[in-house]
């Protein structure tokens, strides 16, 4: 009776397991013909990212939804595979795509607490769901998930399926995949990680945004010793090994910028050509863009930029405290986080909160728990916002937001953001593949490409294409032009009545065309503009590249009145770099699929041979030879401490100091830098092109030419070099000494005055030109 008493339980339970079973068992009849294809994973095809690269063949930029980068598991270093292993499935390699060790494991936990609270999901459930299904915690999407890792091992093998895994799991930071992740946290390569960061990297799948290690270092901490021990116990590593990765350092790249060099603008400029040509399959294809950049050259203009542009800026004092939070009494990491929660760093120059203030030393805390104290030198710049006479709106005190600089040895001091923009563009004139481009001092703040995109005046750097032309209607280098007082009319200037100045305000009576362009006279430039016509500039600008439409044919034209953006002047004065060619820019070598296949290869004109001749060599040969002297002994001159002879440029300020420039080059590179303000200001007194743009030029300059040997400047043919009178053009005999000046052989200087035949002003009376030019 007893034992009948027994046997029913069993019987019943039986049943119902039974029961179960077989339910369970139609339900997968039904379910399982409906389950997806496994393509997506027999073909995968995962979302990669446009990458941008430089011409030799660095990273520079990347855009798409997803960060990735596709490993083949036979390049995951082994500590890795056994971290993620021991993190989120011991036995992958023993089971059959469900372990029902954990499921059963998982439901007893769930039926304790009411719930669906833990799960018992593979790797290949998880890869399962990553791939087909939602995240919800539902009996019917785990139930899905399980028939699928059944279809999935069925097909895959055990590598296959790890290799998926590593591949498409996200992991935060906009990252799919380990190693996408290496190189996110830690700016390494999968086969680069020690242990310990491959532990923490293991423990981010659980939960990516609670154990980030840059979010949240404490808790990825915990996470990584839970891995570390886990693997310990699965004697997948050995007590000496746990704790040297135990105890280990781990460097978390704090910096987002994963590239080796800061070429935003140029990038995003990248990104907009091939957006225009693929669509949206640009950000998912994973095609490759090869370009003209080079890395070097990059580095030396950005870090030029940067530093001229800090140099301008400190030049015209501390503004103050970017804003104020107030702060407890009682201070905690967390609070301060939250404080600066809103001011992202600029590269170098760090956003801090002041906590305690006074005369003789700041103390201020920066994002990711580091405290700062500044004294002494670092103080110097803020100095006169530091004492209780200081605007209240300005001082520095506590709570105030301000910026943070390491100096040469390491040690802080106050700095700011600058108000003022810049830009440099620099290119090969042979054939137009830019070398560098700098958009502005900080594209994550302004992401207008003040290197393509602003235009405005180039004062005294537009006068060599003024010049130029004159040599095309008959002037020469040693054409004598009166520097004297000129007042013009309404009428004659399109729009005000208008009396031009030289910088100095000086004037110094008659002088060679040469000196005028050497020493930038504004008067000289006016009459020689007068005397070759506005209309002919007009159209003679156009060779180099310039818009009519944007250089309205009046006298003002001279002094560099129209608009240019940087990129056009680097192209219009590569056409006196190479000899008179007009060269088109461009900054994509080639494109390739994911495969590799070319899409599409770029097929640049060179100088020489197939591009466009638009002024005669000679032209451009003495033009070159006066924009040497510009640099030698003109308004150029510092150019002089880089200890070359090789290299010819011009200055260019426009009125009231809105706009500084300086454009120069070899035979080999051509560089413009612009600064000024986005709303158009004055930068200051005296921040001249010479003061202001000149030094970023120079920067980038020596840092890029360094060791590159001397291009020498030769006469090509048609070009007669001949002694002259300095003071008067005329040409003197080899016994009466004089300057050797160079002319076309058949426009040789004059032995006594005249006005070269008539040729200037064509058919206007000679006396009319001789009283414009005196």
């Known amino acids: ?419 003022v923009e810049a830009s440099f563009a620099a290119l090969d004139p042979r054939d137009g593949a830019i070398r560098a481009m700098v958009g502005g001092f900080d594209f994550n703040r302004n992401q207008f490409n003040h290197a393509t995109q602003a235009l405005r005046q180039a004062g005294s750097s537009f006068k060599p294409f003024i010049y130029s032309a004159a040599l095309e209607k008959g002037f020469t280098s040693a054409t004598v032009i009166n520097d004297a007082p000129l007042t013009f009319t309404a009428a004659q200037t399109g729009s005000e009545p208008w009396e031009p100045k030289n910088f100095d305000g000086k004037f110094e009576g008659p002088m060679r065309l040469r000196t005028a362009l050497v020493k930038s006279k504004n008067l000289v430039s006016v009459r020689i503009l007068q005397a070759i016509s506005p209309q002919y500039a007009q159209d003679y600008v156009t060779r180099f590249g310039f818009d009519p439409r944007l250089h309205p044919p009046y006298l003002t034209m001279a002094l560099g009145a129209g608009n240019v953006t940087p990129m056009q002047m680097v192209v219009a004065y590569a056409t006196f770099a190479n000899g008179g060619y007009r060269i088109a820019p461009y900054f994509i070598e080639r494109v390739e699929d994911a495969r590799g296949n070319v899409l599409m290869a770029a097929k640049p004109v060179a100088a020489g041979s197939d591009a466009e001749r638009v002024i005669d060599e000679r032209n451009a040969f003495i033009m070159t030879s006066i924009l040497r002297d510009v640099v030698r002994v003109g308004t150029g001159a510092r150019v002089m401490k880089l200890g070359r002879g090789d290299l010819a440029g011009k200055t260019g300020t426009t009125n009231e100091f809105v706009d500084a420039w300086f454009c120069g080059y070899n035979a080999e590179l051509v560089a413009v830098a612009w600064i000024g303000f986005d709303t158009p200001q004055t930068l200051g007194r005296n921040e001249t092109g010479s003061q202001a743009a000149l030094p970023i030029w120079m920067d980038y300059m020596g840092a890029v030419l360094k060791g590159v040997p001397e291009h020498a400047l030769a006469p090509p043919n048609g070009v007669v070099a001949m002694r002259i009178n300095p003071d008067t053009g005329l040409r003197v005999a080899e016994a009466e000494g004089g300057l050797v000046d160079y002319f076309y052989h058949e426009s040789p200087p004059p032995e006594h005055e005249t006005l070269i035949g008539g040729v200037i002003g064509g058919d206007r009376p000679r006396e009319e030109v001789r009283n414009q030019l005196f």
Do not use: C
């Open 1 to 419: 009776m007893e034992i009948r008493w027994l046997i029913l339980p069993l019987v019943l339970f039986a049943s119902a397991v039974l029961a179960a079973i077989i339910l369970l068992a139609f339900a997968a009849a039904i379910v399982f013909p409906t389950l997806p294809s496994l393509e997506a994973l027999t073909d995968y095809q995962p979302k990669i990212p446009l990458r941008v690269y430089s011409a030799d063949g660095k990273l520079i930029g990347e855009f798409g939804e997803e960060r990735r980068a596709v490993a083949k598991i036979h390049d995951v270093p082994q500590s890795m595979v056994h971290a993620i292993l021991a993190a989120e499935d011991e036995r992958f390699y023993q089971h059959r795509g469900v372990d029902y060790v954990g499921v059963a494991r998982a439901a007893v936990s769930n039926f304790i607490s009411g719930g669906v609270r833990q799960g018992a999901s593979t790797i290949t459930m998880q890869v399962a769901r990553n791939f087909f299904l939602s995240k919800e915690k539902t009996l019917t999407r785990k139930f899905n998930e399980m028939l699928l890792a059944f279809k999935i091992e069925a097909n895959l093998s055990k590598d296959q399926i790890l290799e998926l895994y590593i591949n498409q799991i996200y992991l935060g930071q906009r990252g799919y995949g380990f190693a996408a992740a290496a190189q996110i946290y830690f700016g390494k390569r999968l086969a680069e990680l020690t242990l310990a960061e491959s532990a923490m990297l293991a423990g981010l799948p659980k939960a990516p945004s609670r154990y980030n290690p840059l979010a949240n270092p404490k808790r990825a901490k915990l996470r990584q010793q839970y891995v570390l021990r886990r693997m310990r116990e699965l004697e997948l590593i050995s007590d000496e090994e746990l704790a040297a990765a135990d105890q280990q350092p781990i460097a978390v790249k704090k910096e987002m910028n994963d590239y080796p060099v800061r070429a935003e603008h140029f990038a995003e400029m990248v990104r907009q050509a091939l957006y225009e040509r693929y669509q949206e399959d640009t950000y998912t294809k994973g095609i490759r863009v090869y370009t003209t950049l080079l890395t070097s050259h990059q580095e030396a203009a950005y870090s030029a930029l940067r530093r001229g542009v800090q140099n301008y800026d400190r030049r015209h004092g501390y503004r103050g405290s970017e804003g104020y939070v107030e702060l407890p009494l009682k201070l905690t990491e967390e609070t301060l986080e939250d404080a600066l929660q809103e001011t992202a760093d600029s590269d170098d120059i760090r956003g801090a909160i002041v906590v305690e203030a006074g005369p003789k030393q700041v103390r201020a805390y920066r994002k990711g728990g580091e405290w700062l104290e500044i004294k002494e030198d670092g103080l110097r710049f803020a100095a006169r916002m530091l004492g209780g006479k200081a605007n209240p709106a300005q001082r520095i005190r506590r709570g105030a937001i301000i910026r943070v600089q390491r100096d040469e040895k390491g040690r802080w001091h106050i700095t700011q953001l600058p108000a």
